[in-house]
C-alpha cells in the first residue's frame, strides 16, 4: 500500500462514447497522486485504443484487461488485486468527477477519521447537460438503513484502506446490483459510513444503463435481498417496501 495514493477502480465494457471525458476529469483532478486502473472487460467498440493512448502519454493511466467478459464485479476485482493505494475510489466509464472532487474528499477523511465515504452527486444526462437534481448524502447509515435505502451511489465512494480491510471491497460475483452488496457488506462487518454533504461528482443517467429500467432495479434489489444477503421473506418484503419509498424520493431529487 502506497500512503496518500488513490486507486480508482473503473470497469469498462464498450465506452467509447463518454471513455475519454471519464478519463479527462480525472486527469483534470487538484489531488494529483493517484492511479487509474481501467479495466477493459473484453470490449468490442474501441475503448481499448482509448485507453491505451492516454496510457502512453500518462503513467499513472493503467489498461487492464480480463480474458473473457465477466461484468462489472469481476472487472472492479480485478483492478482491485493491481491496485497499490491506501485509498480505493470508484468511478463508472460514463461518469465525472468534478476537478476538486479527490482533493476535498481525501481532506474530509482525513480531518474526520473516516474509514468509508460518499459525497452528494448531481445528475447528467446523456450529452452532458446537468438536470439540476441533486442527490445528498445521509451524515451516517447503518446496514438496516442501507437495505430499505440504497442511496450510495458508486461515483462518490472512497474507501480508506489503513481502516478497512481490503478483502471488504471485493464484489460479489453478480451481474447486477454488486456495488450495494459492497457497501452493505463493509457494513455488516462494523465498517463505519460518514456522507459528505458536497457536490463533487455527476453521475449519468443514460436511458440504456442497468439501473434506468424500474422493473429490472425492482428485480435487482429482490435478489440482493434474497440470494446475496439471504434475507428471511418477511424482511425482504419489509425492505422492498422501504426501497420502493425512497426510489420514489429520489427519482423527485431535491433541486439545487
Not at 202 to 228: C, D, E, G, I
Amino acid at each position: 500500500m502506497i500512503k496518500g495514493l488513490v486507486s480508482i477502480i473503473v470497469p469498462v465494457y464498450n465506452s467509447e462514447q463518454y471513455l475519454e471525458e471519464t478519463i479527462q476529469c480525472v486527469q483534470k483532478q487538484s489531488y494529483t497522486n493517484w492511479e487509474m486502473l481501467l479495466a477493459d472487460d473484453c470490449s468490442s467498440d474501441h475503448s481499448a485504443e482509448i485507453i491505451k493512448k492516454y496510457a502512453k502519454n500518462d503513467h499513472r493511466v493503467i489498461y487492464l484487461k480480463l480474458d473473457q467478459n465477466g461484468g462489472a464485479a469481476k472487472a472492479r476485482n480485478h483492478a482491485l488485486e493491481r491496485s497499490q493505494g491506501q485509498y480505493i475510489a470508484y468511478l463508472d466509464a460514463d461518469d465525472v468527477w468534478l476537478p476538486n472532487k479527490l482533493e476535498r474528499q481525501i481532506d474530509f477523511m482525513t480531518s474526520n477519521h473516516v474509514e468509508f465515504s460518499c459525497c452528494d452527486y448531481e445528475k447528467i444526462d446523456a450529452d452532458g447537460t446537468k438536470l439540476n437534481k441533486v442527490v445528498h448524502m445521509p451524515k451516517t447509515i447503518t446496514y438496516d438503513q442501507l437495505l430499505s435505502n440504497t442511496i450510495i451511489q458508486t461515483v462518490g465512494v472512497i474507501v480508506d484502506l489503513e481502516m478497512v480491510d481490503k478483502d471488504l471491497l471485493v464484489m460479489p460475483d453478480v451481474r447486477r446490483g454488486q456495488d450495494s452488496a459492497t457497501w452493505l457488506q463493509m457494513l455488516r462487518n462494523g465498517v463505519k459510513f460518514n456522507g459528505q454533504n458536497e457536490v463533487l461528482t455527476q453521475y449519468r443517467r443514460v436511458p440504456q444503463s442497468l439501473s434506468s429500467n424500474k422493473f429490472n432495479a425492482m428485480k435487482r434489489t429482490w435478489y440482493l435481498y434474497r440470494h446475496v444477503e439471504k434475507l428471511p421473506l418477511w424482511k425482504s418484503v419489509y425492505c422492498m417496501v422501504g426501497w420502493a419509498y425512497h426510489a420514489s424520493i429520489k427519482r423527485i431529487y431535491i433541486m439545487k
